[in-house]
Every structure is written in C-alpha cells, then in structure tokens.
C-alpha cells in the first residue's frame, strides 16, 4: 500500500498496472515486427522450395533468386525496427528518482529489522508436559 497525494492509500497493483500501458508506437511496432516476421518466415519457405526444386530437376545448385534476397533483408530489416519500436522507454539511471517512486517498505526490507520478541514465550516445562502427554 502506498499513500497517494490526497492521503488515501492505494494498492501496488493499481499503480503497476498504471504504469505499464502501451503507447501508440509500441503498439505499432509489434504490429510491424509480427508482420515482417511472417514475411521472414515466408522467405525461409521459398528458399527451401527454390533448394528442392534444385535438387528435384537435378541441376546444379546457383544462387538464390533476387527477389527471394530481397525480401530476406528487407523483412529482416523491418523486424529488427519492429522490435525496437516496440521496446519499452529506458528508465533513469539515478538512484534518487528510483528511490523517490519507492515507500520505505519497498526499498528497506531487511530480515536484520523483523524482530520476534512480541511472540509468546513458552517454558521448557510447558513443552515437556505436552510430550509426555
């Protein structure tokens, strides 16, 4: 739970789930990613159906056709741009601006703090009466 500015709390998965939505050009980007890699995969295809045709008409192997080329590289290409447009923004590197976003429960949770002494202290004769019985 983390206080707002108006002295309310608010829950964490509120404010992760407000931090995480997509903008209009990340959206796009895995929409380009997806669909240059299908061309990507569609360019491995016609390369192995060029290879058996190859092998089937018993012909010595040459060089791929350009338009098979082309279209490895572009759609490559795209995918690669897909990707990092589709990349989420850096964060910030400083320290302070991560730990002004924190509340002391998320950034100093050590077990050295958590201290047992509030626990109830049962005598060694307590215990031994309950194992005989």
Not at 82 to 98: W, Y
Request: with cysteine; hydrophobic share 40%; net charge neutral.
């Amino acid at each position: 739970m983390s206080k707002n500015s108006n002295g309310t709390f608010q829950s964490e998965k509120a404010n992760a789930s407000s931090s995480s939505k997509f903008t209009m050009s990340q959206f796009v980007g895995k929409v380009v990613a997806l669909i240059s890699t299908l061309f990507l995969t569609h360019s491995a295809y016609s390369t192995y159906e060029h290879v058996t045709y190859l092998k089937a008409v018993e012909q010595a192997e040459s060089v791929l056709p350009v338009e098979i080329v082309i279209e490895c590289l572009v759609s490559a290409l795209l995918t690669l741009c897909g990707v990092i447009m589709s990349a989420a923004p850096f964060k910030d590197i400083h320290l302070e601006t991560e730990m002004a976003k924190m509340t002391i429960d998320q950034f100093d949770t050590m077990p050295s703090f958590v201290s047992f002494d509030h626990r109830k202290v049962v005598s060694t004769q307590g215990q031994l009466e309950r194992r005989i019985r």
